[in-house]
Nanobody
């Protein structure tokens, strides 16, 4: 089993910054992709950014140039630096680990954290 724990959410004014962290623990040999998704009230969960073990990144168009994703493979941790925040960034942010290989060879497709709330006031 793999557990993901997010931290760093909170309330910030528009134009401000926050840094989210997500630490993965449990039976892990390697994690292919780690990422951040978000879900605003009444909306579907959407991809914010993801990063491969090799460092390749993808971003939603709405956050390009404002958010930066990074990871520490040795610590199985992923970060999301969010700058120039806007009220429309308000959402619960979820950490995701995809294609996780355990030391015993078990291959897990998708794991999710419980989410951390980011609120951006205008």
């Amino acid at each position: 089993q793999v557990q993901l724990v997010e931290s760093g959410g909170g309330l910030v004014q528009a134009g401000g910054s926050l840094r989210l962290s997500c630490a993965a623990s449990g039976s892990i040999f390697s994690i292919n992709t780690m990422g951040w998704y978000r879900q605003a009230p009444g909306k579907r969960r959407e991809l914010v950014a993801r990063i491969s073990s090799g460092g390749s990144t993808n971003y939603a168009d709405s956050v390009k140039g404002r958010f930066t994703i990074s990871r520490d493979n040795g610590k199985n941790t992923v970060y999301l630096q969010m700058n120039s925040l806007k009220p429309e960034d308000t959402a619960v942010y979820y950490c995701n680990a995809a294609h996780v290989l355990a030391p015993d060879g078990f291959y897990g497709v998708d794991y999710w954290g419980k989410g951390t709330l980011v609120t951006v006031s205008s």
